[in-house]
C-alpha cells in the first residue's frame, strides 16, 4: 500500500491530453515539492518534473505538473506512442518520527 | 555528463547481506548540496526508496528498513555502497542509485539499475 495514491492505469488516444493524479496527505505533499518519474519498458526511471511544476532540461513542454493542496497532477498533451510508460509521483513524507522519500504506485499510460 | 552505475552480485541467499556499489562519473560525488541513494523496485511493483548519504557520511534511512540497512560513501574512488542485510525473498529487486537534492529537485539522474534476486 502505497502512501501517494496513483489511478493504476489510464488511456487516451494518440494527439489527445491525459491527466494523472496523485493523492496525498498533509505530512507529505500538503507541504513538500513533488516529482514525477517517466518509466519506459525496460528502463530505469527518469525525471519528468521536479518541485510540482518544473521541466528539468531537455523535457518537452508537453509534459507539465501542478499541485494544489494535497493532491498533484502530471499532464501530458499531444500523445504520442513513446509516452506509453509507467509515471511515478514522488515527494518527503514526515509521518513517521524520522521522515523517508515516498512514491506512488506508478500510472500505466497506455496510448491507444 | 553526470553518469551512475550500479555493481555487485546478482544473487544472493537468503540470511546473507546484499552488497551493492554505485560508481559515479562525469561529476564530483563531493559537490556540494548533493545528496546520494539507493532506491528499489521488486518485480511488477513499484519504487521504494532505501536510503542516501552526503558526501560527509551523513546518512538518512527508511524507517522501514533501518534496521537492516548501512550505506558507505568513499570519496576517494567516487563511489556510495549499500549493504542491507538478513535478506529474504522480499529484497528481490531492482537496485537503482540516484543523485538528488534534500527535499527538492527530485531523484536525477538514476543508474540503469541492477536486478538482486534472493535465493538459495
Known amino acids: 500500500q502505497s502512501v501517494l495514491t496513483q489511478p493504476p492505469s489510464v488511456s487516451a488516444a494518440p494527439g489527445q491530453k491525459v491527466t494523472i493524479s496523485c493523492s496525498g496527505s498533509s505530512s507529505n505533499i500538503g507541504n513538500n515539492y513533488v516529482s514525477w518519474y517517466q518509466q519506459l519498458p525496460g528502463t530505469a526511471p527518469k525525471l519528468l518534473i521536479y518541485?510540482?511544476?518544473k521541466r528539468p532540461s531537455g523535457i518537452p513542454d508537453r509534459f507539465s505538473g501542478s499541485k494544489s493542496g494535497t493532491s498533484a497532477t502530471l499532464g501530458i498533451t499531444g500523445l504520442q506512442t513513446g509516452d506509453e510508460a509507467d509515471y511515478y509521483c514522488?515527494?518527503?513524507?514526515?509521518?513517521?518520527?524520522?521522515?523517508?522519500?515516498?512514491f506512488g504506485g506508478g500510472t500505466k499510460l497506455t496510448v491507444l | 555528463q553526470l553518469q551512475l552505475q550500479e555493481s555487485g552480485p546478482g544473487l544472493v541467499k537468503p540470511s546473507e547481506t546484499l552488497s551493492l556499489t554505485c560508481t559515479v562519473s562525469g561529476g564530483s560525488i563531493s559537490s556540494s548540496s548533493y545528496y546520494w541513494g539507493w532506491i528499489r523496485q521488486p518485480p511488477g511493483k513499484g519504487l521504494e526508496w532505501i536510503g542516501s548519504i552526503y558526501y560527509s557520511g551523513s546518512t538518512y534511512y527508511n524507517p522501514s528498513l533501518k534496521s537492516r540497512v548501512t550505506i558507505s560513501v568513499d570519496t576517494s574512488k567516487n563511489q556510495f555502497s549499500l549493504k542491507l542485510s538478513s535478506v529474504t525473498a522480499a529484497d528481490t529487486a531492482v537496485y537503482y542509485c540516484?543523485?538528488?537534492?534534500?527535499?527538492?529537485?527530485?531523484?536525477?539522474?538514476w543508474g540503469q539499475g541492477t536486478l538482486v534476486t534472493v535465493s538459495s
Open positions: 514522488g515527494t518527503w513524507d514526515s509521518s513517521l518520527s524520522a521522515g523517508r522519500w515516498v
Open positions: 540516484a543523485r538528488h537534492l534534500w527535499l527538492t529537485g527530485g531523484f536525477d539522474p
Open positions: 518541485d510540482n511544476n
